[in-house]
């Protein structure tokens, strides 16, 4: 089934939500996900795989700690912290590489760094254990199979731009990951009471003659 890429943002936003994440690291997570569809990547199925490890329950032991050029927690990152903390830092990519350790769901990290790429008007690129991608912060150039989980990422700044790609408008995600998508947003949906179901019902129950 194909969906516009609003209704992907905003699946993805109440789906994060749903599973525990803040706010604000919910909407961080719709726009990484409507980026990737964007760019011909199922970002539905990254999210939900990322939803699904309940990460959420323990924030801070998944949130990097910025040390120079080598960046890890205290278990497994998750990328949508860290890649927050990489927007928040980008600066640092002037100075150096930067290398993260342990990070599951690594794909979930390439809307930020095209976020980087942005900010600092240069090309990114990004080793991610045997893959490799770059992106100036519009175009992805992706080669190599993303890992559910990496040892190392390491981002660096890039001279040459890579090689435009399509942009897709819909996406069409695996049904199974959107179906866990909307399980999780439907958390945050307040469940109905005695008093909304009765409004819900007109004035069929109340006789003002």
């Known amino acids: 089934m194909s969906f516009s890429l609003n209704e992907i943002e905003a699946t993805s ?3 994060a939500r749903g599973a525990g994440y803040t706010w604000g690291h919910a909407e961080e997570a719709g ?3 409507r980026w990737l569809c964007a760019q011909g990547l199922d ?15 323990s924030p801070e032991m998944h949130v990097p700690c910025i040390s120079g050029e080598g960046w890890a927690g205290t278990d497994v990152l998750c ?11 980008a600066l640092v990519l002037e100075a150096a590489p930067v290398t993260l350790t342990n990070v599951t769901t690594p794909t979930l990290l390439l809307p930020f760094v095209s976020n980087v790429a942005r900010i600092l008007n240069k090309s990114v690129a990004i080793t991610i ?11 992805l150039h992706l080669t190599g199979p993303m890992p559910d989980q990496a040892q ?13 790609q399509r942009q ?17 947003a439907h958390r945050t949906y307040a469940p109905a009471t005695e008093e909304s179901r009765l409004r819900g019902a007109g004035a069929g129950l109340s006789d003002n003659d």
């Not at 254990?129 to 175009?139: H, L, V």
Request: hydrophobic share 40%.
């Open 31 to 33: 726009k990484a996900t």
């Open 168 to 184: 897709h408008s819909r996406a069409t995600p695996d049904p199974a990951a959107w179906s866990a998508l909307t399980g999780f």
């Open 129 to 139: 254990d045997g893959a490799e991608a770059q992106t100036d912060g519009i175009a």
């Open 13 to 15: 936003k109440r789906a």
């Open 43 to 57: 970002g539905v199925a990254a999210l939900a795989s990322l939803l699904q490890q309940d990460l959420s329950r």
């Open 152 to 164: 190392s990422v390491t981002m660096r700044l890039e001279q040459v731009a890579p090689p435009t």
């Open 79 to 89: 990328p949508l912290a860290a890649g927050s903390a990489l927007s928040d830092s």
